[in-house]
């Protein structure tokens, strides 16, 4: 149990562009996901967290306009960067949690490579 | 804000050999977690600790939750050469964005068959 899945696994784009990740609870109901960025051989970095049907706290230094965060349902929010530059390349990775407020296990998806030319 | 002290870096052992890594930190959480990451994998949880003291086993590995709580470790004893990964820790408090995980910088480790 506990599976969280994210799509699509590594995306190539243009400079100026957008691109949609989604991120998936696959076998259990998602009160609060976490969007984390990781740049390579570099820790995970919190970017935002996600409660259904409310909007998205970001982290001091992430900027809300350019990452789009959507929690439409229990199974699903989405990250949106917009307007993508060389400097956006990155791992995103999702994880799920059952509690409010995340104060509880945080089952992570597989992640999606970005890569902005 | 907290922060997480993990050691050591990196670790290149041979296979069979005992691993052990650390992580401290400057204040208290309710919760450690230690998670294993594979190359252009999301991570996945190993152990989770939720009481000061706490010594929990998951097959060859065992971490404990220091009295204190701000500190864990994580062993692996007989490691064999699927244990290579990053090795992150993580603290956890509960309620609102204390609910947050706060990661360490991770512990490489290499395993010579």
């Known amino acids: 149990g506990a599976v969280v899945s994210q799509h699509p696994s590594w995306v190539i784009c243009k400079s100026g562009t957008s691109v949609k990740i989604e991120c998936r609870s696959l076998?259990?109901?998602?009160?609060?996901m976490f969007w984390y960025r990781q740049f390579p051989k570099q820790s995970l970095m919190l970017m935002a967290t996600?409660?259904?049907?409310?909007?998205?706290?970001?982290e001091q230094g992430v900027e809300k306009d350019k990452f789009l965060i959507n929690h439409a349902s229990l199974t699903l929010s989405t990250l949106t960067v917009t307007s993508a530059h060389p400097e956006d390349s990155s791992f995103y990775i999702c994880?799920?949690?059952?509690?409010?407020?995340?104060?509880?296990?945080?089952?992570f998806g597989p992640g999606t490579r970005l890569t902005v030319l | 804000g907290q922060q997480l002290n993990q050691s050591p870096q990196s670790m290149f052992i041979q296979e069979g050999e005992d691993v052990s890594m650390n992580c401290t930190s400057s204040s208290i959480f309710n919760t450690w977690l230690w998670y294993k990451q594979d190359p252009g994998e999301g991570p996945v949880l190993l152990i989770a600790?939720?009481?000061?003291?706490e010594l929990t086993s998951n097959g060859r590995l065992t971490a404990q939750f220091g009295i204190t709580r701000k500190d864990s470790f994580l062993n692996i004893s007989a490691s064999i050469p699927s244990d290579v990964g990053i090795y992150f820790c993580?603290?956890?408090?509960?309620?609102?964005?204390?609910?947050?995980?706060?990661f360490g910088k991770g512990t490489k480790l290499s395993v010579k068959p």
């Open positions: 994880s799920a949690s059952t509690a409010s407020g995340g104060g509880d296990t945080q089952y």
């Open positions: 600790l939720y009481k000061a003291g």
């Open positions: 076998d259990f109901q998602a009160t609060t």
């Open positions: 996600s409660n259904e049907g409310s909007k998205a706290t970001y």
């Open positions: 993580a603290g956890q408090n509960y309620g609102g964005s204390q609910g947050n995980l706060i």
